[in-house]
Structure formats: C-alpha cells, structure tokens
C-alpha cells in the first residue's frame, strides 16, 4: 500500500537534492542531436553530445535505419535464444569483431547492461566447482558507474575487490604484487579505456604489461574510445599498438558510432560463447531492434569509408582546447575530445553553465559527487560535425561570460 510516509520521504529527499545543487533537469530537443540544436524554439550550439563523429543524424544513418524498419519491421518482441535473433544480429557480431580485433562479440542492449552482464556471470559462476572460490577485481577508483553497479551484482563471498587511485598503475601494480600468492580462482583488471569526465586515456601498455605477468585477465570498457582513438578508430587498444592483445572489450554504439543504443562485449571466442549460456541481462532482454543493428553496421562502413571524420575529430579538439588556454582558462591536457574546462567551485560552475546557456551554448557542468570535490568543471565535448565558426562562437560565448562573472580580465 502507497502510503504517506512513503510519500513524505520521497519528496524530502527530492527537496534535498534541490538544496544541495544535485536535482537533475532534462531539456527537451526539439529535433534531430546535433551541432546545434533547438529547445523552446531556440537554436542552440551543442557541445554536451557523444556524437564524436557527427553521425547521429547522418543522412546514410537515417535512411539505413528507415529501410530496416521496411524490410524487418520495428522490433523482434523478443530475446535472442527464443525468436529475437536475426542473421542481422550475427552479421553486425562479426563485422564488430572483425573492426576490433576480437574472436567474437556479443550484443547487449546497453553497454551498462553489457558491464553488468559480465562481472555477475563471470564471478558468481562456479564452472564446474563447489561454488567456494573468490576472484580478485583491480578497478581504477574513477571507472565507469556501470562498473561500479556490476561489482553490487558479485557475490561478497566470492569477490574480493580491489580499487587502486585513478591512473596509478604503481599502486595497481603494488596490490597484485601483495596478492600473487593469495589462492584466488582468477584475477580481472579492469579499466575505462577513455575516463568519460577528465578524457584522460588508460596506461594500457602498463597496464596489459602488469595483466600478462599476474595472469590477470585484462577488461576495458571502450564506450568513449571507439570511433575515435585509433588509426582506424577501434580505440585505445589500436592506439596504444595493443589491437587484438585486450582479453575483453566492452563499448557502445550509443556514442561516437551512430549515437542509438546497444552495446557489445567483444574478446575471447570462449568467454563470448559463456555469456551467451550465462549472462542474464543477455539472455532476458529483447533483442536490439533491426533498425538500429542495419545503423550501426552503416556507421562502422562510414568509419572505414570516410577516414577524414577521426581527423576533423582530433583536430576540432586540438583547436578548441589550444583556443580555451589562450583565453586564461584551465584545461585538462589530453588528446580526446572531451576538453574539460577546470572552475573548481561547485556553486561558480552551476552559475556558469546556467549563463552560457542563456547565451546559446549548451555544456555540462560537473561537480561533486559526479567529479571529485573541489574540481568542478565545464565538460565540452567537440564533433567532427563542429564547423570551426561553431567552435568560434563557443569560444566567444566562453570568453563572454567568464567576463561577465570576474572569471577572465
């Protein structure tokens, strides 16, 4: 029975979240996500989108997806190991592993789903023993949400997590040195390949390095790297030399690669063919829809066709971040097109994003809990779609209003 004290708790906590500078809005688009965008009738200059590439509202996207819906219709009202499994779904599998390296890949219908669906399946799973076992996990402290909610899935009794400081693969190291004898079953380490707040790149090679001399299996979840890093744009493991080397791969095509939905986990024919037999959040939930699976093989051939979207890409990123110093602000160094824009105080950056967005730039503001206390920021995210007047503009607007609040001279 609903009742008033449920009520009156609710709305407390709602209340507090307003108080404390933590109660979320949604503005609503009013069209296609973009460079720029319209909400309440106004044009806005959108640079708060993992559309990396700018194919989100790709005219060879779109008409994929509409002749997929033709054909296939809209949904398969069901999941995959009863009737939701087209050849579809298997050819966008093999296209996927054939683009990262992998043996196989799986499709989840969330890359959250996917972290999810691993760590449950893989670490509470007896395979063939008593049930008795512990497995040792090494997270970095700054690793995804979905990682963090996958380890709540784990059973206690069988998992022993470990969570070293953001990039230090000295501290990482120093633990697996402690464990090495420690009669675990198995040994994960796992790391976002891109870290979605800073842009800051995982130490791979250090990090494989200390993977293969533990005899750790090596986990990178590569939402915010794939379609961008690489040479062809497979992500931190091809940029890195790495490509093929990653025991297991997560990532999503709601990002850089056509910005749906659905995510995968690709690696290791073994443990992909596992979590087909194992992985619940596979296994009870519909399979992705026809539309989005023709999509998405359409992005990864507009990825391989069009080279020139991962150099506009990095060198929108280049350009906008070299032109945020020259205006006096601090920005956090890196090569992704995640520019984070450091103010440090939680109040001062809500303020500021609040103008620039009555000024006509829509960017995320971060701060705590999001980010560490103390280094809120302004998250801009560059697109290949970006013309280099739109990052002027930007700028411009950035340079405005951090005189308008004392923040520049």
Request: proline share 3%; net charge negative.
């Amino acid at each position: 029975m609903y009742t008033k004290k449920i009520t009156e708790s609710i709305k407390k906590e709602l209340e507090n979240l307003k108080v404390q500078g933590k109660f979320k809005v949604e503005r609503e688009l009013e069209g296609a996500q973009g460079p720029e965008v319209e909400i309440g009738g106004k044009k806005y200059l959108m640079f708060a989108s993992n559309n990396y590439l700018g194919l989100a509202n790709s005219p060879e996207i779109v008409k994929s997806a509409k002749d997929a819906v033709e054909k296939y219709g809209f949904g398969l009202s069901s999941v995959r190991f009863i009737s939701g499994t087209e050849t579809l779904h298997k050819e966008l599998e093999k296209k996927l592993s054939h683009f990262l390296g992998t043996e196989d890949t799986i499709l989840y219908s969330t890359n959250f789903m996917s972290n999810l669906g691993f760590f449950a399946s893989f670490t509470n799973e007896a395979f063939g023993g008593d049930g008795s076992h512990i497995d040792a996990i090494y997270s970095d402290e700054l690793n995804h949400a979905s990682i963090i909610d996958a380890f709540k899935l784990c059973k206690k009794e069988n998992t022993q997590k470990r969570i070293y400081p953001h990039g230090d693969v000295s501290a990482l190291e120093k633990m697996l040195e402690e464990d090495k004898d420690k009669n675990y079953r198995f040994k994960i380490i796992v790391t976002d390949g891109v870290f979605s707040m800073e842009g800051y790149l995982a130490d791979l090679p250090k990090i494989k390095e200390l993977a293969d001399k533990h005899e750790a299996l090596l986990f990178v979840d590569d939402a915010h790297a794939v379609g961008v890093l690489g040479k062809t744009g497979a992500g931190t493991g091809e940029h890195f030399g790495l490509q093929g080397q990653i025991d297991i791969i997560s990532g999503t095509f709601g990002k850089a690669l056509g910005g749906a939905v659905g995510g995968y986990v690709a690696g290791r024919a073994d443990i992909v063919e596992f979590l087909r037999q194992k992985s619940r959040t596979y296994l009870f939930s519909n399979s992705i829809p026809p539309s989005v699976v023709v999509a998405s093989m359409k992005a990864l051939d507009l990825l391989n066709e069009k080279p020139e979207l991962l150099i506009k890409v990095k060198e929108n990123a280049k350009y906008f971040r070299d032109g945020v110093k020259k205006l006096g602000f601090e920005v956090l160094e890196g090569e992704h097109p995640i520019v984070p824009v450091m103010l440090g105080d939680a109040g001062l950056t809500q303020e500021f994003s609040k103008k620039l967005f009555e000024h006509g730039l829509y960017v995320m503001g971060l701060w705590f809990p999001v980010v560490p206390e103390g280094k809120a920021r302004l998250r801009f995210q560059i697109s290949a779609g970006h013309t280099i007047e739109q990052i002027d503009q930007a700028l411009s607007t950035l340079s405005l209003v951090g005189k308008e609040m004392g923040i520049l001279k």
